[in-house]
């Protein structure tokens, strides 16, 4: 278990190293000098050539490379053209509401997901099947920053009941789990939720289905189990794969909220990177979508550790 | 002798090839939720192409009088938009750009990803490693955040948001075809193909390739639901289209301030977008469940 762990570690290390070079080189790939956005047009060649020195771009790019991958080691991202505060402090920030956001969705999107997959697969072809699929797909296929827009125009503009925008009193930095706070969660929650609902209902459905024409399954009823004793080793079987399809939803919802963020000016990653991209602030761009990445490869680590302790079935040597 | 043979050889996989496409058609035109689909997005697609000739109003022609009306107006059955501008020539317009903004996309990736990834599973080793390890690479993004780094960086544009969201599909694509070919690759008959003399490119050309398409197609058409929604995402926080281009994205965003005036009209372009996704991905479920001749 423990070789495999350290296996697993060991191979993380060449991803982060090419997700930080990726990062590094979106910067680079805008057409022109990185510094041409915030320079004003009429401004000297002088100074945008000591400009250049300061930020240190006058150097080769695998020194850029390694220099600004030895300061984001030591948590220096730089600093935000913006507002001029540390890349880090303003992302880590943000992160912290967006993490609020995909844990409540997740509570809702996976808890609905299993059930609708379970009885779907448990009752494959019957009406209580097609219900559920179709709900399902309609989650998957839904334009979600578009049904966070339906859903305030429902409950804010005709209904009055829920807010539209922000995260309540305190703004961005005072999140608290009362009613104050929570009623601003809700809409963004359940928007964000819908896709990993669709998700996990058709896995935890295709699983659950597979599982249950399986032999033993038959075996164990033969034995005289009783269903309620099937459907226990039916979610046995099923929840390392569940598991780690629900892992992999929660880092794309951590790392993909910025559409929903957007819709509902919610102060999370997401409303971040849209006012770096378009703020042209590129440090602050570079910071956000590294440490999202991170967050993402951390997670997919985690997830496949886990897996791997509550399967017997993966080797682990 | 030998000739007769080669000629029945080779006859033999073609008949039967046809065969199976032929009962695949047959299933899925037997499917009435794919057949539905296909009309409906037979509609969408052909509206888009003919709107110019179906007597619509004109897409960009404003009036400062006529903004935001509701929907059955009379000379605006769908409402007009917050420059005036007759709704339902919008949307109907606003397909043409849409559809290809989101499907282009799946197309370039389908290309690449299967291009790349049968290279990478035919030819193994170090190659196959050198490609794999790559797309590995952009594994660690989430899609949604990779599109939306790579336009962010690359600036607003249409070409832009195709390219972004090319580079997001082709990896997807390449694992799909590589993990297809490696299937394929140590099979009887390509034993048999390099046996008879022929060269790599050959039997990935006439022995491998019709074997694997099937299974990258459908893939890459459940795509295409995705690319439809991260493709008006893009326009809709302002990286896509730019104004006054009908676009369902970009009409969505702009109609966003509306909704406290004339909120149904205002969620008009996002059912237009949701009804090509959710059609997309019924049509691809329809042709997995009716490739599956097993069952």
């Known amino acids: ?317 | 002798m030998s000739a007769i043979t080669d000629a029945a050889l080779q006859a033999a996989p073609a008949d039967k090839a046809r065969g199976y496409w032929t009962t695949v058609g047959r299933r899925i035109s037997r499917d009435k939720v794919s057949m539905a689909c296909a009309v409906i997005l037979a509609l969408i697609f052909l509206s888009a192409v003919l709107a110019p000739w179906l007597g619509l109003a004109d897409p960009y022609q404003g009036s400062m009088i006529h903004r935001l009306r509701h929907i059955a107006t009379p000379g605006y059955p769908l409402g007009s938009d917050e420059l005036g501008r007759d709704m339902l020539a919008r949307l109907v317009y606003g397909g043409r750009l849409s559809l290809i903004i989101g499907i282009l996309p799946v197309i370039l990736g389908f290309l690449i990803g299967t291009s790349l990834g049968l290279i990478a599973g035919y030819a193994g080793g170090k190659v196959n490693t050198a490609i794999m390890r790559t797309v590995d690479v952009f594994y660690a993004f989430p899609s949604v955040l990779l599109a939306i780094a790579i336009s962010g960086a690359l600036g607003a544009g249409i070409v832009n948001s195709i390219v972004s969201l090319t580079i997001v599909f082709v990896p997807q694509i390449t694992r799909v075809a590589e993990s297809v070919t490696t299937g394929v690759r140590n099979m009887d008959f390509v034993e048999a193909a390099r046996a008879s003399g022929a060269g790599p490119f050959t039997i990935m050309r006439v022995h491998m390739l019709g074997n694997v398409l099937g299974p990258i197609f459908v893939y890459a058409t459940g795509l295409i639901s995705v690319s439809m929604i991260l493709a008006a995402g893009l326009s809709f926080l302002g990286l896509g289209t730019k104004p006054p281009e009908p676009e369902w994205g970009l009409m969505l965003n702009t109609l966003r301030t509306a909704i406290y005036v004339n909120p149904w009209v205002a969620a008009l372009p996002g059912v237009m977008i949701f009804a090509v996704s959710i059609c997309f991905n019924l049509l691809s479920d329809g042709m997995r469940g009716a490739m599956d001749i097993r069952n």
């Open chain 1, 1 to 317: 278990m423990l070789v495999y762990i350290a296996r697993r570690i060991v191979y993380v290390i060449p991803i982060v190293l090419s997700v930080a070079l990726v990062c590094f080189m979106l910067v680079h790939i805008t057409p022109g000098d990185p510094l041409v956005a915030i320079l004003p047009a009429d401004a000297s060649q002088e100074l945008a050539n000591q400009m250049r020195a300061a930020y240190g771009f006058d150097r080769p790019l695998p020194v850029q490379f390694w220099l600004w991958l030895w300061k984001a080691l030591n948590g220096d991202l730089g600093h935000s053209i913006a507002t001029g505060r540390p890349v880090l402090t303003e992302v880590l920030r943000a992160v912290g509401n967006t993490v609020t956001l995909a844990i409540a969705a997740a509570i809702i999107g996976f808890t609905l997901g299993l059930f609708f997959g379970l009885i779907a697969g448990y009752f494959r072809g019957t009406w209580i099947d097609r219900v559920a699929t179709s709900i399902a797909i309609a989650g998957v296929s839904v334009p979600h920053y578009w049904l966070g827009m339906v859903l305030v125009i429902i409950f804010s503009v005709e209904l009055n009941w829920l807010p539209a925008v922000g995260a309540g009193p305190g703004g961005s930095s005072a999140w608290g789990w009362d009613w104050d706070h929570i009623r601003y969660l809700i809409l963004p929650a359940v928007t964000t939720s819908v896709i990993p609902m669709g998700i996990v209902t058709r896995t935890v459905r295709s699983l659950t289905g597979d599982i249950l024409s399986q032999d033993f399954v038959e075996a164990l009823r033969a034995k005289g189990l009783r269903e309620t004793h099937v459907f226990r080793h039916v979610l046995k079987n099923a929840a390392p794969t569940a598991l780690a399809v629900m892992g992999l939803q929660l880092g794309y919802m951590l790392g993909g909220s910025i559409l929903i963020e957007t819709v509902f000016s919610w102060p999370g990653s997401g409303l971040l990177l849209n006012s770096a991209i378009f703020q042209r602030d590129l440090p602050l761009l570079q910071g956000t979508i590294l440490v999202l990445a991170l967050f993402f490869v951390f997670l997919n680590l985690i997830v496949d550790v886990v897996q791997a302790a509550i399967d017997p079935r993966i080797k682990r040597t």
